[in-house]
């Protein structure tokens, strides 16, 4: 079956940075577009950073500059690199990706505690 696996969450200074990695199994990778996705305590889970194949990216205006999105479809592998965070980043970061039919599927969540 298909599972998402979301790595490289933990607590950093604001200003610092981080690296999210998220495996994907059970698809074919190369055919998926692949986003990040974020969700604080007591709002919505909102869209991060998506890329397609090939390696064309969107982001949040909240973090064009800072984040950058990519994918290693060797590895299976879809990147979050987090640099000059913020505490109001501060978020569980979720893993989605969507196949060519539409179907979306979930990670479970990376927590980014951004202290101040």
């Known amino acids: 079956q298909v599972q998402l696996v979301e790595s490289g969450g933990g607590l950093v200074v604001a200003g610092g940075s981080l690296k999210l990695s998220c495996l994907a199994s059970?698809?074919?990778?190369?055919?998926?577009?692949f986003g990040w996705y974020r969700q604080a305590p007591g709002k919505q889970r909102d869209l991060v950073a998506q890329i397609d194949n090939p390696d064309s990216a969107n982001y949040a205006d909240s973090v064009k500059g800072r984040f950058t999105i990519s994918r290693d479809n060797a590895k299976n592998t879809v990147y979050l690199e987090m640099n000059g965070l913020k505490p109001e980043d501060t978020a569980v970061y979720y893993c989605?990706?969507?196949?060519?039919?539409?179907?979306?599927?979930w990670g479970k969540g990376a927590l980014v505690t951004v202290s101040s």
């Open positions: 059970g698809i074919t990778f190369s055919i998926y577009e």
């Open positions: 989605h990706a969507l196949d060519p039919r539409g179907i979306h599927y």
